[in-house]
């Protein structure tokens, strides 16, 4: 199966579990509108990296991606949980997210910040339940992803971003941290959790988040570019926000060529740890995709 088919077999494989995992039934009418808006925003578009990165490495370690459904549909709604927080007016305060009106926009303020709480749980609930893993693969899941969500994760990489907005003093070693956590922590758990799902070793699992981590910081520093380059409807959201939110970037430090340059080497050695990982076709086309991507 050739790279683009594979992608797209991924890609409605984690469209379908979605769905599922989160369908309306008699028992929770009364929750229609809160599941409305969980379904508006992951059902929004967007490129599904993190889950395709979850089949990825479960394949490249010699397990059936399909048995890691839960585990990369966990992650999609984790990510969408925090881009319909990042969207309120509390925080980045955008009204468009992938070319369409963002949550708050279509759901009230109140019913997006549920939706986004409703999501960072769910995931957790869909891997405890699932029955094509083993007790123990359940545990290293809900841990890592855990840990890659909160204080030390994710949620704490938006805390520095947020702080760093009313700061001068903000350099490369700040912005690397920035992104490892916002950014990173979420796509080295994606690689992670394949792993697991096929039940890799712990030194496959730590060459997946080296890699991981790599591709993470390249892929940041793209979506700095393509702030200052790209256009709404390309992007699907407002450019140029980063500038009007006194933000701190790649671009800001070393312009458009310097910051492109930085992502290149960062490819290159993320490219470099997959040479370590015997089946690696597939996921050396989709971090050169990454790399080349206009949105």
């Given at each position: 199966m050739n790279f683009n088919d594979k992608l797209r077999e991924y890609v409605e494989f984690t469209e379908s579990n979605l769905k599922r995992y989160n369908a309306?039934?008699?028992e929770t009418e009364p929750q229609k509108t809160l599941i409305d808006a969980m379904n508006y925003s992951l059902e929004a578009g967007g490129k599904r990296i993190r889950p395709v990165l979850v089949y990825a490495f479960c394949e490249a370690f010699?397990?059936?991606?399909?048995?890691?459904a839960a585990s990369a549909c966990a992650i999609e709604m984790i990510h969408t949980f925090?881009?319909?927080h990042d969207d309120l007016p509390a925080m980045d305060d955008d009204d468009f997210r992938r070319g369409k009106p963002s949550c708050h926009k279509a759901f009230g303020e109140a019913a997006a910040i549920l939706a986004g709480d409703a999501l960072s749980v769910l995931p957790f609930e869909i891997i405890a339940d699932d029955e094509q893993l083993s007790a123990e693969q359940k545990v290293k899941l809900i841990s890592a992803l855990a840990r890659a969500t909160g204080k030390s994760g994710m949620i704490g990489g938006q805390v520095i971003d947020m702080e760093n907005e009313q700061r001068a003093d903000v350099d490369e070693a700040n912005l690397r941290n920035m992104y490892r956590r916002k950014t990173g922590e979420l796509i080295a758990v994606s690689c992670v959790m394949g792993g697991i799902c096929a039940g890799a070793s712990d030194e496959e699992l730590a060459a997946a988040a080296e890699y991981a981590f790599n591709l993470g910081l390249a892929f940041q520093i793209i979506d700095d570019v393509l702030d200052v380059i790209s256009s709404d409807e390309e992007l699907g959201k407002p450019v140029g926000s980063d500038a009007n939110e006194n933000k701190t970037t790649f671009v800001t430090l070393y312009g458009v060529e310097?910051?492109?340059k930085n992502a290149s080497e960062i490819t290159d050695r993320a490219m470099k740890i997959l040479e370590g990982i015997e089946n690696n076709a597939f996921l050396r086309e989709f971090t050169e995709m990454l790399l080349r991507r206009k949105k």
């Open positions: 309306h039934s008699p010699g397990g059936d991606y399909r048995t890691a925090s881009l319909i310097g910051a492109m």
